[in-house]
Structure formats: C-alpha cells, structure tokens
C-alpha cells in the first residue's frame, strides 16, 4: 500500500494506474487481511442492504450467509474482475483511496464491490460497497473471447 500511495501522492491524485502489477498488489494485501478476518463490511449502507435483502429472499440464506459470500468473493478477486482505481474519496474531509471490482455471485448475480485499505489504528480491509451495480461494470482486463 505504501508504494502506490506514494505514487498516487507525487502525481496529485490524478492517476489512475491500469498497470496489472499494482492491481495485484493491492489484491493480494487485500486478501490477506480477508484470510485474517480483519474486514469491516458497510452492511447498514442502503444499497448494500436492499442487495442483502434481495439475496435472502431469492436464496434463502441469511445476512450473515450474505457477509460470508461477499467474503469469498473478495478472496477470490482476480485482475480480470477490476472496475476502476484507484480513485480519491469524493469526501473532502477523508482521504481514502478506493479500488472497485465486480464479480459474479452464485454464477450470475453481478455485484459492485468497492474496497479500501485502511491504516489507522490497525490495518483492516474495508468493504463499503457490495450491491448490484447501477450501471454497467466494464472490465478494462478482462479478455473477450
């Protein structure tokens, strides 16, 4: 995290890094806090529970059911699955740095996940987003074939 934060810093923000190496990076710190149990999901945000409750309604699965699948969504991001980022927070008074990724659920339930590592008090992976999306996810690596 420490290296593209400080390249996102030297170019004032504005960068947008498509390079697959820094992709991986931040996948594979993000994963490894998953495996660590250190993510804080934002499940009472309004978008993310309407998917919540629509899941459990076509499923049948609980919100915790709907947590653990997110989770497993996320340790299992790949480069083909990134969106956008990483991009500044439109928050003036924050400073975090997002990385959004769609993935499939269940096989066909497309969702928006936007993630942030976050280096406080203690690092921790932070999901603020996990909902379906509002617009087309186009995927800048993923192969058509």
């Not at 290296?3 to 594979?28: A, C, P, R, T």
């Not at 309004?46 to 609980?62: A, D, F, P, V, W």
Request: aromatic content about 14%; proline content about 3%.
């Amino acid at each position: 995290m420490y290296y593209i934060g400080i390249i996102w810093h030297l170019k004032g923000g504005v960068l947008i890094i498509l390079n697959e190496q820094y992709i991986k990076f931040f996948l594979d710190q993000a994963k490894e806090l998953a495996r660590k149990d250190k993510v804080e999901f934002h499940d009472n945000y309004e978008k993310n529970l309407e998917t919540i409750r629509i899941l459990r309604r076509k499923y049948g699965i609980t919100h915790d059911d709907v947590i653990d699948e997110v989770k497993d969504l996320i340790l299992n991001l790949k480069i083909e699955d990134y969106y956008q980022g990483p991009d500044n927070d439109d928050n003036p008074d924050r400073n975090y740095i997002f990385w959004k990724f769609g993935k499939k659920l269940f096989g066909s339930e497309e969702l928006y996940i936007k993630l942030q590592i976050e280096e406080v008090k203690e690092e921790k992976l932070v999901c603020w987003s996990f909902h379906y999306p509002e617009r087309p996810i186009k995927y800048p690596k993923k192969v058509e074939g």
